[in-house]
């Protein structure tokens, strides 16, 4: 039951749960390795019922103080927080980058920049969020938003540090305590936050982490009635299990799922311009949610568009992630890397012909070629089901009803890309059925527009006034024009 640190890419990182302001370690542990070489990173805390117990008594014991402070002094607070992870930019780079995968070259221009503002950008915009005044001619509201409780998060190993810190900053802002339970492939870089928490000042209890794997310590978590919200990323049978759990205690859930989405290239598309966004749906090995898998072309430009696509695919850099000129990294683990071969192999059992890719890359046991597939029906289940991979699917199409109908053909409804002149392309994206469409476009996101999706792709948006939304109890306050006389027949 040590409280050791291991060192990672030469940072000293703690392994253990950061409970009530202070390390505490497990007596059953797990191994991590990373993607890149399967190198033995250390072992990590399991987190057992004791740490979920004392981590849910530490997030209560903080919650009163916390949620009372108002949100310019939590400000303070989270704007040293948001500090104290830049202090640590170099180490959050190297960190995630060796046990997520990710490339140090998007970790330093992107994702650390952005885990920064996921704080800061909240932390602001909590300032208004109290008391929104409604006036009738009969009344004054006093829109309250209060904080919900405890708050337990559960983030995926895609990009644990970017998404960690998009459900903390408006948890915290809002006034809630947090139990944070990254995930078991890549939770390094939230013990780091722990770290920055702690530097900054941060009450004990305020932020909690508790380290483990998702049937043990998440389950646990998920299911304790103490809790005022779970805020999750991941997959759809995960999201499942959640929901049934907090949901036998009526606590609410926002579910970011999977996706499956349509890239759409209209006939009048600029194709070079699409296809080399085209080329960007194989970024961290196709493990992002929001990625346009399925390529709809019309039938006009489709080869053209093909052999475009091709010449950007060929000169992808696939490597170690580490490397300033890598493009594409690792998958994340054996069982992930199993599960993407094993879609691929069936597809093409079943009749789809491989454009390019289609196999093991050979930089390294857990890599995978980028992959195009078509010939592919849509009732195919590399059409229907999320691979999480960097495999794409391709199909024709020959006007805006069927392109629609294919756009909307799956269970998923989470994003979506759309290329061609643009009202045209608005036109046929406001028919698509999901929670956000990219126009001649990919990955443009501000914090204060919504987030998230429909059908299987997930319950609830966030981002700006709709994270703050799901995290905060609305009350409101009634106060009466005119004096109020009690009557049976008053309305
Ligand atoms: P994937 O299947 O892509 O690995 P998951 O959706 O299973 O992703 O995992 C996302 C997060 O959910 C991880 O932090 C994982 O530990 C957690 N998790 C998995 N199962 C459960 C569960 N039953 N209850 C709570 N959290 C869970």
Redesign the pocket.
């Known amino acids: 039951m040590s409280t050791s640190q291991i060192e990672v890419a030469g940072v000293l990182i703690s392994p253990d749960h950061y409970i009530d302001g202070r390390r505490v370690g497990s007596p059953e542990t797990f191994e991590l390795r990373s993607p890149i070489d399967q190198r033995v990173l250390g072992v990590v805390s399991e987190g057992l019922e004791d740490h979920v117990e004392a981590a849910i008594e530490s997030a209560r014991a903080a919650f009163p103080a916390w949620s009372l402070l108002s949100a310019a002094e939590r400000k303070v607070y989270l704007d040293r927080f948001a500090d104290e992870i830049g202090k640590r930019a170099d180490d959050f780079c190297r960190v995630e980058s060796t046990d997520a995968g990710l490339l140090l070259s998007r970790m330093r221009h992107g994702v650390v920049p952005r885990a920064m503002l996921n704080i800061r950008w909240f932390a602001n915009h909590a300032l208004d969020l109290q008391n929104r005044p409604i006036d009738t001619e009969q009344a004054h509201h006093r829109v309250r938003h209060d904080p919900a409780g405890v708050v337990v998060i559960?983030?995926?190993?895609n990009s644990p540090l970017l998404l960690s810190t998009w459900k903390l900053g408006p948890a915290l802002a809002a006034g809630n305590t947090c139990i944070l339970?990254?995930?078991?492939w890549a939770p390094l870089t939230c013990s780091l936050l722990a770290d920055a928490a702690q530097a900054a000042g941060l009450p004990p209890g305020v932020l909690n982490i508790v380290q483990g794997?998702?049937?043990r310590a998440?389950?646990k978590l998920?299911g304790d009635p103490r809790i005022a919200r779970v805020s999750?990323t991941?997959?759809v049978p995960?999201a499942r299990?959640?929901a049934q759990?907090a949901g036998a205690n009526l606590v609410p859930c926002s579910l970011e799922l999977g996706g499956k989405s349509p890239f759409i290239v209209l006939e009048d598309a600029d194709l070079d311009g699409a296809a080399a966004t085209g080329a960007l749906m194989y970024r961290n090995a196709g493990q992002v949610c929001l990625a346009g898998t399925r390529f709809l072309v019309h039938e006009r430009v489709a080869d053209a568009f093909v052999e475009k696509m091709r010449a950007h695919v060929e000169r992808l850099v696939i490597g170690d992630p580490r490397e300033e000129a890598t493009e594409i990294g690792p998958i994340i683990h054996p069982r992930q890397l199993e599960r993407v071969e094993g879609f691929v192999q069936r597809a093409v059992e079943t009749g789809a012909r491989v454009l390019w890719g289609g196999d093991r890359h050979a930089f390294g046991a857990q890599y995978f070629q980028p992959t195009m597939l078509t010939n592919v029906g849509q009732h195919d289940e590399i059409v229907q089901n999320e691979v999480?991979g960097p495999v794409l699917t391709l199909q024709t199409f020959s006007d805006d009803d069927s392109v629609v109908a294919l756009a909307n053909g799956t269970d998923y409804g989470l994003g979506g890309v759309c290329y061609g002149e643009t009202d045209h392309a608005i036109a046929v994206a406001d028919r698509v059925r999901t929670g956000f469409i990219w126009i001649n476009s990919f990955g443009v996101r501000d914090l204060e527009a919504p987030f998230g999706g429909i059908k299987r792709s997930g319950i609830g948006r966030e981002g700006g006034d709709w994270s703050f939304e799901f995290f905060c109890d609305v009350k409101d306050v009634v106060i009466p024009r005119k004096p109020f006389r009690a009557s049976f027949s008053h309305r």
């Open positions: 559960i983030t995926p190993w339970k990254p995930p078991e794997t998702g049937s998440g389950a998920v999750f991941g997959s995960t299990r959640i759990a999480f």
